[in-house]
T-cell receptor, first 115, second 112 residues
Framework: KAGVTQTPRYLIKTRGQQVTLSCSPI?????VSWYQQTPGQGLQFLFE???????NKGNFPGRFSGRQFSNSRSEMNVSTLELGDSALYLC??????????????FGQGTRLTVV | AQSVTQPDIHITVSEGASLELRCNYS??????LFWYVQSPGQGLQLLLKYFSGDTLVQGIKGFEAEFKRSQSSFNLRKPSVHWSDAAEYFCAVGAGGNKLVFGAGTILRVKS
């Protein structure tokens, strides 16, 4: 069974540009969550999608957005990039959405560098 | 709001020695607790999880953790550390749906 696939693995962008990151969850998993990891702030929850609907959102500005497709693949977009957006962006897939946390499987992440 | 504290930023142990990584959480109800490990430049791998039941949880790679409600703790232990265990370890609490709130992490160094 293939794991969570994130593409691309590395990105270098210029301030002011926008970027789109992709995540393909494990086959059969319908929930996708996104996290930002930085040395200063650690791992922070961005948002979660289930059945093409955003179910939960973290405390990030509106420049950060996402979506999920009918095949459960998800993309996140960051517009008007700032230097502080440089981070490892991790995607996690889970089988279902419930109040009882199911196990989250993480991808290897996309390393975004903003220059 | 849920929160997780990992008091130790760095820990160094000798190969073969025992290990305990500390984790304290803040959560109003029965928590769902997790330990993840991350090697440099990689994603997170789940070591073990606690949802309910037996408070001593066994995980992969010889790790175990004990849930102590009275101390709001979920410490990770391993009886004998191997050099390959050097990595960063994250404790996390479920915060509704599949949202996880993570601690700041503990970097484990293993001395040979």
């Amino acid at each position: 069974k293939a794991g969570v696939t994130q593409t691309p693995r590395y990105l270098i962008k210029t301030r002011g540009q926008q970027v789109t990151l992709s995540c393909s969850p494990i086959s059969g998993h319908r929930s996708v969550s996104w996290y930002q990891q930085t040395p200063g702030q650690g791992l922070q929850f961005l948002f979660e999608y289930f059945s093409e609907t955003q179910r939960n959102k973290g405390n990030f500005p509106g420049r950060f957005s996402g979506r999920q497709f009918s095949n459960s693949r998800s993309e996140m977009n960051v517009s008007t990039l700032e230097l502080g957006d440089s981070a490892l962006y991790l995607c996690a897939s889970s089988f279902s959405l419930s109040d009882k946390n199911t196990e989250a499987f993480f991808g290897q992440g996309t390393r975004l560098t903003v220059v | 709001a849920q929160s997780v504290t990992q008091p130790d930023i760095h820990i160094t142990v000798s190969e073969g020695a025992s290990l305990e990584l500390r984790c304290n959480y803040s959560y109003g109800a029965t928590p769902y607790l997790f330990w993840y490990v991350q090697s440099p430049g990689q994603g997170l791998q789940l070591l073990l999880k606690y949802f309910s039941g037996d408070t001593l949880v066994q995980g992969i790679k010889g790790f175990e953790a004990e849930f102590k409600r009275s101390q709001s703790s979920f410490n990770l232990r391993k009886p004998s550390v191997h050099w390959s265990d050097a990595a960063e370890y994250f404790c996390a609490v479920g915060a509704g749906g599949n949202k996880l709130v993570f601690g700041a992490g503990t970097i484990l160094r293993v001395k040979s």
